[in-house]
């Protein structure tokens, strides 16, 4: 399965590409702007809660979002917290990876 | 397991050549390899030596250098991009007619094949862009 | 020229408005624009600084930026006011949109709805984007 | 390494994908990645091509870029067949939400649903974003 | 009143802030990427000509919408076609000029 | 009408420097003065003369220099961005201990004080940006 890197808020459509064509079990891991989404109560969240809902693993780049003043305890339920070594092992672990720049 | 790293954007403008850096940085130190780090587009900046970062921030192409030479990491920048930006090596400049040189030790230049490279003996390739 | 401009002893008031509507860290442009409007201070403009969409990001409380290795330039915000820059106006729909209210931001702010803040760019003689 | 690769005297051969999900001439990226593809081609590897978002309008028929003093590059997206560059993928919906069809583009491709694309990107040994 | 320029397309969010923010009587101008946004029959051309009614001019930078392969005909009725010297008048004919960048 | 003019990208790499030399072209060849082009951002890097573009694609500092030589224009490269991307005159590459410059012909150094001088003098301050 496939790991997509998501690295843009609001301001882009890159994380609804990515949505769209990111199959079940594959995993999703938002970095540097991207973090914004996997914060609670936002107008994204419904999004991301259906797409873990149809088996789309998600995860955060916890660096990233720190340095954008939210602690992992703001982040929906279900999503992971990783750190770059994390993110070196999502790499490792799925079959390739692509960016949705 | 080998990583190839391709990087998209200038330093500092954008995060893309930080979060490949410490990405490629948490590989090595995790045991991984980096085949390649492929610096295209935009991001054939990061490989000048005349950038004087403000003395309180990082300064990202030394970065690269003590990670590479920590390493032996492999650190190609397009020349095609680097033409077209005015990054050169010294060969570059002499050919071109050029009065100066401006690439930092540690990158090399050449071609694009060497991304294809990467992508073919890499395990993974991992992009970093905008 | 516009009609809000004046003429003092020392030459023309005009009102600059700052526009940012970018998350810092993912690129350089808050932390850029940020110098612009430090150096501006010097000018005595009429100076206006407005957040809208992920520009709102740019004043969140309690930013740790150690584990990304950049400088953490929020506290700048708060310098602001020595600055005499004091108009700082945030877009409420953008607010909203991102779950956040002013008690999560760094600084004292005045939330504006989308009209008050058509209105007050409206009435803008220089208009300055990053 | 994933099990489409084969070994044969000359090598490895893996699956390419290019990504392109930007417009062309308001950033450098669609032929920049056009000229990864074209010294790719040289690899002897299993190339696709992906057209995604704005990513499709670099395949527009009838470009004409005298008005804005760059190179019209589009021809070259007709040249890829001769360097065995054959599979042309876009995305469906990207292409309704813009008004186009095939018919509008300037080689021919092979429109995908949402879900065949997921399936294609999910086959790839290597995707390279620009 | 004002110039508004936007110069990404569907790819941003910044067509969508501009015109929730431009005032009837302002002009918003798309050039560059923000050129496709004129386009008939597109996702957008609701949001264009609710904004046309609403009192806003929209015009296109020419130039910019040929280079991408679209001639002028192409463009939803009301917006106008300008060329550069276009762009420079209406910059002078309006009080400043706001970039969504 | 007096104009100022702020690019905020690279050349190549985003439009913007492009629709910024056309709009300055348009302006003067239509009897408008320009104030002064402030090259602020990645948008330093229009003012290298080490840069090499492809024969049969556009040379955006020529472009330049050519306009500025035409109409006597004001180019101003910032310097704090500058010194943070590589981009030294002479007298900066001494002051830092540099071994090379690459500013070209007609563009000078100088601080962001410029910009906002820009913009209270000139009569429209138009931004391209990305």
Redo the contacts between chains.
């Keep these: ?2 790991l997509h890197t998501v ?8 994380l609804d ?1 990515c949505l ?4 079940a079990g ?1 995993t999703v891991l938002l ?3 991207g973090v ?1 989404a996997a ?5 994204l969240e419904g999004k991301l809660k259906q797409a873990m809902d149809t088996g789309i693993n998600l995860c955060v780049l ?3 979002l ?6 992992t305890d703001k982040v929906i339920a279900g999503i992971n917290a990783v ?3 994390g ?3 999502l ?2 672990d799925h ?7 | 397991m080998k990583f190839g790293i391709q990087i998209n954007e200038g330093p500092y403008q954008h995060q893309a050549s930080d979060t490949a850096y410490q990405f490629t940085k948490a590989a090595l130190e995790n045991g991984h390899k980096v085949y390649r780090v492929f610096f295209y587009h935009d991001a054939v900046n990061n490989a000048t030596r005349l950038a004087v970062p403000p003395q309180d921030d990082r300064n990202i192409t030394k970065n690269w250098q003590a990670l590479a030479k920590e390493y032996n990491l492999d650190m190609v920048v397009c020349i095609a991009a680097a033409q077209r930006r005015g990054l050169l090596d010294e060969n570059e400049a002499k050919r071109q007619g050029k009065d100066a040189s401006n690439i930092a030790e540690g990158f090399r230049i050449s071609g694009l094949g060497q991304l294809i490279e990467a992508g073919i003996q890499s395990d993974r390739l991992v992009v970093f862009g905008d | 020229m516009s009609e809000e401009m004046m003429d003092d002893e020392e030459g023309v008031i005009k009102k600059f408005m700052y526009v940012n509507r970018k998350a810092p860290y993912g690129s350089i442009y808050a932390l850029e624009s940020l110098e612009v409007v430090l150096i501006g201070a010097a000018f005595d403009q009429d100076v206006s600084l407005a957040f809208i969409d992920d520009g709102v990001y740019q004043l969140m409380k309690g930013q740790r930026t150690s584990g990304i290795g950049m400088k953490d330039f929020s506290p700048t915000y708060r310098a602001l006011e020595m600055y005499d820059v004091e108009k700082l106006y945030v877009d409420q729909d953008s607010l909203a949109a991102r779950n956040l209210t002013a008690d999560d931001l760094i600084v004292p702010v005045e939330v504006l709805s989308s009209a008050e803040m058509a209105d007050l760019m409206e009435d803008q003689d220089v208009v300055l984007s990053f």
Tied chains: 1, 5.
Excluded: H
């Design positions: 399965m496939l690295n843009k808020s609001f301001e882009r459509n890159s590409a769209r064509l990111a199959k594959s970095i540097e702007d914004y914060v609670q109560g936002t107008c916890a660096p990233d720190l340095a954008r003043g939210f602690a750190d770059y070594a993110f070196v092992q790499a490792a079959s390739s990876v692509q960016s949705w720049l």
